[in-house]
T-cell receptor, first 111, second 111 residues
């Protein structure tokens, strides 16, 4: 089954404790992205990747890091999480100008 | 900078009452406009892609249209199961990786 898998689905952490949210796709897509979704602000792109070792900033990259060492994986790293990074996060993948497939989301709470 | 504005923010319909959702966009060279449906707590689910003005796509009770400045999602004779948030997004500029979303329209269909 074609899918984008994120882990964990739910995460509660404390301010400053480094965390990684994993994302994996099985569709051989070149493009992968991370988004955060907040009430009243909609979906905002954090980072995207066009292929292995090629990444670029989206609209809200501050406080986040990404890496693309393999085509299928695109982890999101928060080196020092803060409460304003509490949000619902989505990973997505696609071919160049086709529709994006989204994961089920990761609900992150930073206290 | 690409911008996407959706209206109305929320729409309440009676079952069978047809209506339209609007997506206005400003991009430097439209490469694609996408409509997604999102159910609470889940990732967006792809509905349509439109690439050029005048293009139309249909799926069951939904029809998407595109002009040079806006797109409409027409809902004909909606049912309660059509209740969801409908998101519009655009690929613009020089990179297929950059995807900008509107804030969405929350549609509620009452039986």
């Amino acid at each position: 089954e074609a899918q984008v898998t994120q882990n964990p689905r739910y995460l509660i952490t404390v301010t400053g404790k480094k965390l990684t949210v994993t994302c994996s796709q099985n569709m051989n897509h070149e493009y992968m992205s991370w988004y955060r979704q907040d009430p009243g602000l909609g979906l905002r792109q954090i980072y995207y990747s066009m292929n292995v070792e090629v990444t670029d900033k989206g609209d809200v990259p501050e406080g986040y890091k990404v890496s693309r060492k393999e085509k299928r994986n695109f982890p999101l790293i928060l080196e020092s999480p803060s409460p304003n990074q509490t949000s619902l996060y989505f990973c997505a993948s696609s071919f160049s100008n086709t529709e994006a497939f989204f994961g089920q989301g990761t609900r992150l709470t930073v206290v | 900078e690409d911008q996407v504005t959706q209206s109305p923010e929320a729409l309440r319909l009676q079952e069978g009452e047809s209506s339209s959702l609007n997506c206005s966009y400003t991009v430097s060279g439209l490469r694609g406009l996408f409509w997604y449906r999102q159910d609470p707590g889940k990732g967006p689910e792809f509905l349509f892609t439109l690439y050029s003005a005048g293009e139309e796509k249909e799926k069951e009770r939904l029809k998407a249209t595109l002009t040079k400045k806006e797109s409409f999602l027409h809902i004909t004779a909606p049912k309660p199961e059509d209740s969801a948030t409908y998101l519009c997004a655009v690929h613009g500029g020089t990179s297929y990786g950059k995807l900008t979303f509107g804030q969405g329209t929350i549609l509620t269909v009452h039986p």
